[in-house]
């Protein structure tokens, strides 16, 4: 009895219900027409479900700005006293060497051509670069880290807003230019992260260059290489998941400053066709970078690397290397080749790879970029003392260190060796630039929403009913109303609108026999007074 109740109070809430879908799911006069408007009914409770739960995510995500990757790199990158004692090394010992005598002039000849060039400073250097490069890369990923710098080598203190940070909050690999790398908050289960701006809350790096108590050991063999130009770290700042385009987009770092560098965010959202020109990848046949982020710089470089195997038959390690692409050889006609690609602008013969017009390469739809501002000071101040907690470098300053004849030689020895490194966030704001079509198709749908409920009082589920109707109605036409859709015998019994009906029909049909019964009496009451007035 109290089931049937509830029953009936849902029955009536369903027909003056306005609730989408409700009433017809009450009045369906068949099965499959309220198996419909069950599923309409749980479609749009769905959709209003996930509007609500992305809201109030969104309202208690309490959000804070991710920060950004961040990599260090010695400008020097490979210990120069592995490559004079490790056989690994030897060719590229032997090129070192070569460049030793081309700029002093005593170079009568050498498989790379630096006697060539030795005549120019600029065209030396790039020769020499482009040499170094190939020479190392045919050194086995094994052999070449005894030559590379680790990171107790190259990072003595690190703390992040504060909190000491470790080796393990770095991802090390190995740049074809600068050799070993560490990225820090690279590895994707790390989840650095700032809530307020400035100094004080980002990461913070003591760095040293080199190995041992100086530029030159006891024995007068220097840790740099001949043709390393700077003593400091190449630094890159960007996205989690974007390739490091050092070469590109890095900051040279210089011993004997604290240099503080300041982001901020800025953040693009372009539109694709046919609004814009955007893509989200390159094809994969040209795709060589398939393991990181698409920006322009990768496609760039995927297009510099075919142009480079087109016409030398080889391939620029620098650059990635697509499937079946063989590394250039370390001579002289494949770096001449190489130098060739480097074109001149003013010449109209060979001039450099336009690489918008031919590499038809497209922005990405979505991009993070972080826009730095670098500011400089002395480092370490005269008087003050370094300290440090590392025990692989060469230690604090203090009277305990061993290591130098007096706390001022381990001064001076931090000023022309070491660095400190501050990244942090200019602003938490950021700067978001969004590509949009002025008129899209939501546009479109909104409007004439808006306007159909306004002046038709129609929405979605009027909408749904009338697609019902035409479908209904076409299916009349032309099946010619031989197919009927119509409830069956126990669909009947069960409607309580029938039911409901027939009550009624026999409410109404009972007032009527009344109705009349009451006539009959009246009309044989006037018959019997009309009698006895004219007996009287």
Known sequence: MRTGG???????????????????????????????????????????????????????????????????????????????????????NDLMEAYKNAVGGGLTADKYGLKDVAGDEYDLDSRMADAQLLEAYKIPESDKTAGLYSYSDLIQDCTFSGQPCSESDFTRFVDPVYGACYSFNDNPSLNYSVSRQGILFGLKLMITVTVGLGQETTDGVTDFLPNTKLAGVRIGVYA????????????????????????????????????????????????????????????????????????????????????GDTPCEPTKAALECLESLKGSQTSPTNPNIDLLRECSCHPPCREHTYTPTVSLARFPARGYYVATESSGGVGSCS????????????????????????????????????????????????????????????????????????????????TGGRIQIVPDADEIEKDHRIKDVEDVKKEIDHMEKRQNSESDDDDEKD????EDKKTQ
Not at 290 to 298: A, C, I, S, V
Not at 409 to 421: I, M, P, S, V
Not at 424 to 453: H, P, R
Not at 459 to 473: D, K, N, P
């Open 6 to 92: 509830f029953v009936q109070i849902f029955k009536d809430f369903s027909n003056w219900s306005t609730v989408a879908a409700v009433p017809h799911i009450s009045n369906a006069s068949n099965k499959i027409s309220r198996v419909f408007w069950i599923v309409v009914f749980f479609f749009v409770l769905g959709m209003f479900a996930y509007e609500l739960y992305i809201l109030i995510s969104k309202y208690f995500s309490y959000p804070a700005i991710i920060f950004p990757v961040v990599t260090v790199c010695n400008m020097n990158a490979y210990k120069y006293r592995v490559v004079r004692s490790n056989s690994a090394f030897s060719d590229l």
């Open 399 to 478: 009277y305990k260190n061993t290591k130098f004849a007096s706390r001022n030689t381990c001064q001076r020895w931090y000023a022309n060796n070491a660095l400190t490194l501050q990244v942090f966030f200019e602003t938490l704001s950021y700067e978001l630039y969004t590509e949009k079509a002025g008129y899209t198709v939501s546009n479109i749908i909104n409007d004439l929403g808006g306007q159909a409920g306004l002046w038709l009082g129609l929405s979605l589920i009027s909408c749904i009913e009338m697609g019902g109707l035409l479908l209904v109605t076409g299916a009349f036409c032309i």
């Open 527 to 530: 018959e019997g007074e009309a």
């Open 240 to 323: 989690r998941g974007t390739k490091p385009m050092l070469d590109a987009n890095g900051i040279d770092v210089g011993v004997g400053y604290q240099s503080a560098v300041s982001i901020s965010l800025v953040e693009f959202l372009l539109s694709k066709k046919p609004y814009g020109t955007c893509v989200d990848r390159e094809p994969a046949d040209t795709d060589n970078y398939q393991d990181f982020t698409y920006t322009l710089e990768t496609c760039f470089d995927g297009c510099k690397q075919r142009d480079t195997v087109a016409k030398c038959g080889c391939a620029n390690p620098r650059f990635a290397l697509g499937p």
